[in-house]
């Protein structure tokens, strides 16, 4: 290592006010006096160039003085020196191991000092090191590249105690020549290797604990939003809790649980602000509901009518479109989403994103980081609600506040619409809430003001216009033949077949030319309202369902080919296809319930999602009567049987 004097230290580090600095908070008096009077001695020297003056104002000799200045210009691994700290006393500048000569040899090795040899003992043998390391990264396992369900430290021992005597070496060399074989260094060496090595903290500690060696260490990512809705955040969360639907059968009225209820709300990550959400009560969340979340962002809000007691909205709680005057939408420039099956529908990544006139950009596989703001809204609502429920499930599986969440929610008949209820209320509350983040400042508050026409940075972003083959939002746009007949003495007004439902209008009906022509229909599936459009562009208009039984309720696309499906399997018939759908869920319902009284009934999930969507409740089922005994005459003993002949 160079020895620096005064005339040979660089330009670049004689200004000591450009050293990294120290701390002298936490020094005694002692400490502090001494690391005074070497500074002064330092800076005289670097200021004067006289050595002696130098020591004479710091009380040490001269070679002191040059010692600890060596000390402070000692440069580390990353190119920098070490500045002020090298003036504290025991304290190691280096990282360079310690290395010795010879390695302890004999029987005897143990008796004798053995410090830094086992890492000259790895320096002299590479091929044992990479050995070792390939232990520790498949945690010890003695299967080649195959990762240990559970890795421990004896089994990485013994795989670099197998390497040592493969490679020749004998009960006279290091380190078998010791009473522990190392094992207490190849234990100390792994510890250490693990925490460095990502592949190893996956072994180990587990995928997660991996992706988070990448989180916290300093480095910030280019800031996107830059103002309000440049780029928002959407995922799909799984309540932590349970609820159920009240069934009444022929005993009466009944809690059968269902299916934890599925959220997807949209956040705007500038102002951490909840621009609406959807609500689904299924098993795995749908495109639908995702598409229908994106649609709510143009619907003003409404504050529900709550059924549960203890429940109510802040003042000033809502959402954007319904809160903020003025503003009728709200459309992102970008939106940012996981690798979940759902987000590669065709409804989100082509119709949603040229309807809303916004890009779609995926964030890489395990990498919630990437979506952190939506993911701490869900933290926020599982512990400020759902987990507060007495049906919760808990934060995780080892979590020993939950107790038996399925008989909780039957106890206390914690229905769908309460949970529905309980939803909106945080949602719409968290936006009338203070951040820390936001300076104490509440999202709806920041976005009101991002979106003030004086703001430098908004830009407004105005609506897709609706086309023939640009539909808006939620509406499928598919090419259905127009049918009819204008035969002699068989005359069918002209309509268009969806989903084996007749729909027609004032005008499409007088028009027997266009018998056979391809006509342009936009589906809204959440309600199944039609519009039907010629190719030349030529506008029928809204056409209305002349199926009889379909036009009384409202119902969703995926509803009516589910009962479509039932009814040409024979399991479905009456003349109002979607009340009688909903009694037979009902049914299946009570069946299940009844073999499983404390288990979660996927047709009670189904009957909760159609009473959701239809705005129906669960219909009544009375006991039905028991069929009349079949009374059969015994045949006399004195008849006796036939025998039939095979002809």
């Known amino acids: ?44 020297y670097l200021r004067t160039g006289a050595l002696a003056e130098a020591a004479k104002a710091g009380q040490c000799s001269k070679q002191t003085v040059l010692d600890k200045l060596n000390r402070c210009l000692t440069v580390d691994d990353d190119g920098q020196i070490a500045g002020w700290r090298g003036l504290l006393p025991y304290v190691r500048l280096s990282q360079v191991p310690y290395r010795r000569r010879d390695l302890p040899s004999g029987a005897r090795a143990a008796e004798q000092g053995a410090t830094g040899a086992f890492e000259a003992f790895l320096n002299e043998r590479p091929e044992i090191r990479k050995r070792l390391h390939e232990a520790i990264r498949y945690g010890g396992s003695t299967r080649a590249k195959v990762r240990s369900r559970h890795p421990t430290l004896r089994s990485v021992f013994a795989a670099f105690k197998a390497a040592c005597q493969a ?18 260094s190849v234990e100390r060496y792994a510890v250490a290797f693990i925490t460095t090595d990502p592949s190893s903290v996956e072994t180990w ?19 996107l939003a830059m103002a309000p809705l440049d780029l928002c955040g959407a995922d799909a969360h799984k309540l932590h809790c349970h609820g159920v639907v009240i069934v009444t059968g022929p005993a009466g009225p009944q809690p059968v649980v269902i299916e934890r209820l599925w959220i997807f709300p949209i956040v705007d990550f500038g102002s951490r602000c909840v621009l609406r959400y959807a609500a689904s009560i299924q098993k795995e969340i749908s495109a639908e509901t995702i598409e229908e979340a994106l649609a709510a962002c143009e619907v ?45 529908a ?54 020993v506040h939950k107790s038996v969440p399925v ?58 216009p609706p086309t023939a083959q640009t539909p808006a939002l939620g509406v499928a746009v598919e090419r259905r033949p127009i049918r009819g007949c204008a035969k002699p003495g068989s005359l ?30 936009h589906i809204r599936e959440s309600d199944m309202t039609v519009w039907a459009y010629l190719p030349d562009g030529q506008a029928f208009g809204q056409l209305s369902c002349i199926t009889t039984g379909w036009s009384t309720h409202t119902h969703s696309r995926a509803m009516r080919k589910t009962i479509n499906a039932l009814i040409r399997h024979g399991r ?59 009374l059969i005459r015994p045949v006399p003993g004195h008849i006796k049987r036939p025998t039939w002949r095979q002809t």
């Open 1 to 44: 290592m160079m020895s620096y004097t005064f005339k040979t230290v660089p330009l670049a580090w004689r200004d000591c006010d450009l050293w990294p600095k120290v701390s002298v908070e936490h020094m005694s008096p002692l400490e502090r006096d001494r690391f005074d009077r070497l500074a002064l001695a330092l800076r005289t």
């Open 167 to 184: 490679a020749g070496l004998t009960s006279k060399d290091y380190p078998l020549n010791s009473r522990s074989m190392g094992r207490r």
């Open 205 to 223: 500690f587990g995928a997660d604990a991996r992706d988070q060696m990448k989180l916290g260490t300093g480095k910030k990512r280019f800031p």
């Open 300 to 344: 003003p809000w409404k504050p529900r009518e709550l059924v549960v007691k203890g429940h109510s909205y802040k003042p000033g709680a809502g959402f954007p479109v319904g809160c903020i005057d003025g503003l009728v939408h709200c459309r992102p420039c970008a939106l940012q989403i996981d690798n979940a099956a759902q987000h590669y």
């Open 346 to 399: 065709n409804k989100l990544i082509q119709s949603a994103r040229r309807a809303l006139g916004c890009s779609v950009t995926f964030g890489p596989i395990g990498g919630w980081w990437n979506n952190g703001f939506t993911e701490r809204l869900f933290k926020t609502l599982e512990m400020y609600g759902f987990q507060c429920e007495p049906s919760s499930t808990g934060s995780n599986p080892m979590d």
């Open 407 to 464: 008989k909780n929610a039957i106890r206390h008949a914690i229905t769908w619409e309460g949970l529905l209820d309980l939803i909106d209320v945080l949602l719409a509350n968290y936006n009338a809430t203070g951040h820390a983040a936001l300076g104490g400042q509440t999202p709806l508050a920041v976005l009101r003001r991002g979106l003030d026409a004086h703001s430098a940075t908004f830009v407004p972003r105005p609506p897709v």
């Open 492 to 521: 069918t007004p002209p309509y268009i077949r969806i989903d084996e439902v007749r729909y027609s209008c004032d005008t499409l009906s007088s028009r027997y030319d266009l018998i056979g022509v391809e006509a342009i229909t």
């Open 572 to 630: 479905l018939a009456g003349d109002d296809p979607v009340v009688e759908y909903l009694a037979y869920l009902t049914r299946q319902a009570l069946e299940e319930v009844k073999a499983a009284p404390e288990r979660v009934s996927p047709a009670a999930t189904k009957l909760a999602e159609a009473s959701r969507v239809t705005g129906l409740k669960a219909p009544v089922l009375n006991a039905e009567p028991d069929a009349a005994p079949l």
